[in-house]
């Protein structure tokens, strides 16, 4: 019951903050610079996020094999290669070093 | 004009059911995960439906995997940390989508990396609304069923990273970005934040460097530093263009 507690707890607050987004008034948008703010926010925050996920690990950085994954999406979605093929010979590419052995 | 129109919006239609496929393959990584972790699969399947945010969720199974549930309020706190960011995508999203209550709170529910992506990456705001929409239901669905197999065929699918199923989220969301990067402004806004965020990684709890990194965004589109030549936002007049 107690983790059922926590699930329920945690999915609620994220709903929450998602629902506040959408109570700032649009008007605020219409400055150029907070919307200038608002649509680099979207860039600042998943080139993070990709970084991230690329090396950290828990509360350190680790170079594992998902490093050379991501050079390999890189340079495919650079040659224009369709989104879906790219996720997976990335994930390929990843799975096919550990088993090699290494990261 | 309504060849224009079409093809705007099937482009919408096709990034946004591509990235609900690419999502649901790390859905299966967070099934397999949250039930290593001790939670139920009803548990897992309910966090999948009601939170409905990758990062939150692999953060919250996360602490739960080492510390139990003991560890509940930093649990229920890295969730809560790593979803603030959803907040912050609807400020941008809610003018895109319009209409009464009950469709804003559908679309807050489904504001996430993803489908705010996928949305501003659109050229109009009818192929927004539809990038958005699209990506809305193949991302739901996706996640929720392959978070459901995950917990079902966890043990047999062993660790998710030998699958690189770590890399492959990794990827698809270099794909979120990657339509972004053409000016000056966006790519040094980009590599800029990525830097603080690892650069923080170490020293801040999960969660708080990709939030830390979006100040970058902030001095740099207030300053307006590294000015863009085009508008970045879809000109009003273009709608129904």
Partial sequence: ?103 | MSGVRSREGSAAVRAGLAVGFAAAAYGVSYGALAVAAGLDVWQTCVMSLLMFTGGSQFAFIGVIATGGVAAGPTAIASAAILGIRNGIYGVRVAPIIGGPWWKKVAAAWVTIDETTAVSTNQPTKRSQRIGFWTTAAATFVGWNLTSLVGALIGDALGDPRAWGLDAAAAAAFVGLLWPRLRQVQTIAVASAAAVVAIVLTPVLLPGLPVLVAGVVAVVVGGFNWFANSEPPLVPLEREGA
């Fill in chain 1, 1 to 103: 019951m107690t983790l059922w507690l926590l699930v329920i707890i945690a999915s609620l607050a994220c709903l929450a903050l998602k629902l506040a987004g959408y109570l700032v008034p649009p008007s605020v948008l219409d400055k150029p610079a907070p919307s200038r703010i608002a649509n680099l926010l979207t860039v600042a925050l998943l080139s993070a996020l990709v970084a991230v996920q690329t090396l950290g690990s828990g509360t350190g950085l680790q170079f594992d094999a998902r490093v050379p994954a991501l050079v390999v999406a890189v340079v495919l979605f650079a040659l224009r290669v369709p989104f879906v093929i790219v996720v997976v010979l990335a994930a390929v590419t990843a799975a096919l070093i550990r088993l090699s052995g290494w990261g």
